[in-house]
């Protein structure tokens, strides 16, 4: 497995056991050791040595504007792990796309389609960008290196515009040094459709983790915007019912930081 999604499933996990669901459940089950695993993803022993076994798995609609985001995040973080390795300190870098049809629209037309579908979907080359902005990171290289100092360079990739802004500081909302794209997209309300067909793909595992566990629980996790999930639930979440074989699932909301036991058929 790769080593950045564990670390992903450790840091869900740790969110989701710091709200009151997550304590109630570690506590219900005088949990006294944690060991990590893959099928279940983390085995809990209690203190009567019973094994609890804890699947994670993001649930990330699916979306032209996600896709976006997501490809282009992947390439901003190459181009952070490049200067770490060649220079040897970390950066952070946000990227944003000069939208033509918002402040370049030559009719009312080319407004409104920008106010009535914001954001972008387009898909760019990896190669091109780093061709372009990894001279431009060497100029600057002391700018880097003498913090507060930054850089912000626009490039022109496929006849769009991309501003690179590259400090040394962590992002706040996260407190890491990586790449963060900003879209624009409107977010779905209340999938339940996709969140069971989500579930669904796990209960296909769920009699494989048994044979690692006595009892297994599964939590999803919804990562927020930064990586591309235009969708949120409301309140109705806590009344849906869903088809699990599981002996309970969890909701976890990145954004709101909030964890639900969502209610089975």
Known sequence: MAQNK???EINFLN???NTSIGKNWYQKYKIKDCIDEEHPDFIFIT???KRIGLEITQFIIKSKHGFAVQSLKRTGNKICKYIQDKYGFPVSILINKFDKRKWCAKSRKDFLEAVYNPGFTDRFN???IRTKIEPIIEQNLEKLKNTPYFIKETIEVNNEWLTFSIDRYPHGYNNKFDC???NQCFSWENPFEYLQ???NKKDKKFNDYLNN???CFLLICSPDSSKGNYCHFTDKLNKQKFSYKFSNVFFYDENKKTASC???I
């Open 197 to 199: 067909k989500e579930i």
């Open 47 to 49: 203190n009567d040595n």
């Open 6 to 8: 564990k670390e992903e």
């Open 126 to 128: 990896e190669k091109e």
């Open 180 to 182: 963060h794209v900003n």
């Open 15 to 17: 969110q989701f056991l």
């Open 213 to 215: 566990c006595d009892e």
């Open 262 to 264: 969502l209610k089975q």
